[in-house]
């Protein structure tokens, strides 16, 4: 059984930052990609940021230059470092594994972690 568990979201100002954190653990052959999506009220799921499994990263327009992810391989482990936050980044964000499990290649969800930005 898959279990993907976030971590870190809370309540900050305008311009302040939040590290969030995703853990991967079950039954799972290898990681290919790991990212982080977004979803504001009244508005579709969104990709943030995802990197591969060898450390190539993609960001959302909107996170460049402001947000960073990270992953280690060995931990299963994936972190979204979020900067300069602005009230526009408020949203539940999700983490989201690609992986090989028995059956194949899967997609796995976390609960989702609010990240709440304003004054």
């Known amino acids: 059984q898959v279990q993907v568990v976030e971590s870190g979201g809370g309540l900050v100002q305008p311009g302040g930052s939040l590290r969030l954190s995703c853990v991967a653990s079950g039954g799972i052959f290898s990681i290919n990609t790991m990212g982080w999506y977004r979803q504001a009220p009244g508005k579709q799921r969104e990709l943030v940021a995802v990197?591969?499994?060898?450390?190539?990263?993609n960001y959302a327009d909107s996170v460049k230059g402001r947000f960073t992810i990270s992953r280690d391989n060995a931990k299963r482990t994936v972190n979204l470092q979020m900067n300069n936050l602005e009230p526009e980044d408020t949203a539940v964000y999700y983490c989201?594994?690609?992986?090989?499990?028995?059956?194949?290649?899967?997609?796995?969800w976390g609960q989702g972690t609010q990240v709440t930005v304003s004054s």
């Open positions: 989201n594994v690609h992986a090989t499990v028995f059956a194949g290649e899967r997609d796995y």
């Open positions: 990197v591969t499994r060898g450390g190539s990263t």
